[in-house]
């Protein structure tokens, strides 16, 4: 039994195996089939395709040259343009350039001839003013000679510092507050220049400030002249004498003009010059010693002026004490006038106000605009551009405060 299936199973492998050769046989012969088959297929292909790669080359070949004919007539007649418009062009820049030098010729010209006379009218006048000062300086050169003739002299070198003295006091003081030449002591007939009245104490009658100018010219001189000089003896020499001069003139006033309680204890000796006063100031100790010794002050045109203001201003507190009652009545209404004024003020503050937020309201309508006019101005053409900005010139500026807040 076992022979026998075996011998049966060995039948059928044999079997498939014939069946499967012979199956193997037919595949093998479709497979050359289709392979010949697909040869051809590809050869006709082939040749197809060759043919329409041909006819597509030379129909493209065809457009190329069309196309490339047309270029080159296009790029004749670009050149043709543009050589005409660069003619026009350079036609024009030179009749330009031309005019431009014609302009420029004339302006130049003129401009040269205006400055040229203005210079010269420049010139002209300059002279003049030059003939003129040297005209001024000659007669100031004179009057110079006139005033060192009339320094030289003791009478009218006394009127020269009396002229000033009476120049500052009508500067700052009032007539009624200094009186000329007056006699300061009962009984005596010296007169002083000048006497500033005090007012009194307890009702009584004016005390008077008596001021005398006293100007030692030859002594001054001497001391600038040992100055520039440079000699030490001569310049002490020349201190020395100054310093006795000024001491005997400051005992002189005292003597002549004050007597109290007629006057002050003290009086006023005025030097006319700055330079004369501070030379007094630099003497060691000579300041205050007639100061002590004949209460004598001496000033000079700056301090004297200071003096008087400060005097001035006591008789002004004076007069607001004498007049309190009726300075307390001014200032009540004043005071009521003021607080109308305060109303006044805050009211014109509200509408100063109103009016700044108003202004501030309009820049910031104006920044907006002017940014909404840059978008304008961005927007791509030229003639879009011009007809935006016609339609904005043409528009009311109220239709235009309303397109910003849209």
Excluded at 249 to 267: L, R, S
Excluded at 316 to 323: M, S, V, W, Y
Excluded at 358 to 385: C, F, N, S, W
Aim: charged content about 25%; some cysteine.
């Amino acid at each position: 039994m076992v022979e026998i299936f075996l011998a049966l199973t060995l039948f059928a492998a044999i079997s498939t195996a014939g069946l499967l050769g012979v199956s193997l046989l037919r595949a093998r012969n479709a497979e050359r089939e289709a392979r010949d088959e697909l040869s051809r297929s590809l050869a006709t292909f082939s040749q197809t395709l060759s043919t329409q790669m041909g006819a597509a080359a030379s129909v493209q070949n065809g457009q190329m040259d069309g196309l490339r004919k047309a270029i080159d007539d296009n790029l004749a007649r670009v050149h043709g343009t543009l050589d005409l418009k660069l003619e026009r062009l350079q036609q024009d820049n030179a009749a330009k350039l031309e005019q431009m030098r014609q302009t420029v010729d004339e302006k130049l010209h003129a401009t040269l001839e205006k400055r040229l006379s203005e210079s010269f009218r420049q010139v002209s006048e300059r002279l003049e003013l030059v003939h003129k000062g040297l005209g001024e300086m000659q007669t100031l050169a004179a009057g110079v000679g006139d005033l060192k003739r009339v320094l030289s002299n003791v009478k009218t070198r006394g009127v020269l510092g009396e002229t000033q003295l009476a120049a500052l006091l009508e500067q700052v003081m009032a007539p009624e507050q200094y009186e000329k030449n007056v006699a300061t002591r009962p009984g005596s007939n010296a007169r002083v220049e000048f006497a500033i009245k005090l007012p009194g104490r307890d009702g009584a009658g004016p005390v008077l400030l008596p001021i005398d100018a006293k100007f030692p010219l030859e002594d001054y001189q001497r001391l600038q002249a040992a100055q520039e000089a440079g000699d030490k003896s001569a310049l002490e020499m020349a201190e020395k004498a100054l310093e006795g001069r000024v001491k005997l003139e400051a005992k002189t006033i005292a003597e002549k003009y004050v007597e109290p309680p007629h006057t002050t204890d003290f009086a006023l000796l005025y030097l006319p010059f700055e330079g004369l006063f501070g030379e007094v100031l630099r003497r060691p100790g000579l300041f205050d010693h007639i100061q002590r010794q004949f209460r004598v002050t001496i000033c000079g045109p700056t301090n004297l002026l200071a003096y008087l203001n400060s005097l001035q201003m006591g008789f002004r507190t004076l007069a607001i004490q004498e007049r309190s009652s009726e300075v307390w009545k001014v200032l009540g209404t004043v005071k009521s006038e003021f607080g109308k004024f305060a109303e006044v003020l805050a009211n014109t503050k509200r509408q100063l106000q109103t009016v700044a937020n108003t202004i501030d309201q309009a820049e910031v309508r104006t920044r907006q605009i002017e940014r909404k006019l840059k978008d304008v101005e961005a927007v791509p053409g030229v003639e879009a551009t011009q007809e935006n900005l016609q339609l904005e010139e043409d528009r009311p500026v109220g239709d235009l405060v309303r397109l910003q807040k849209a």
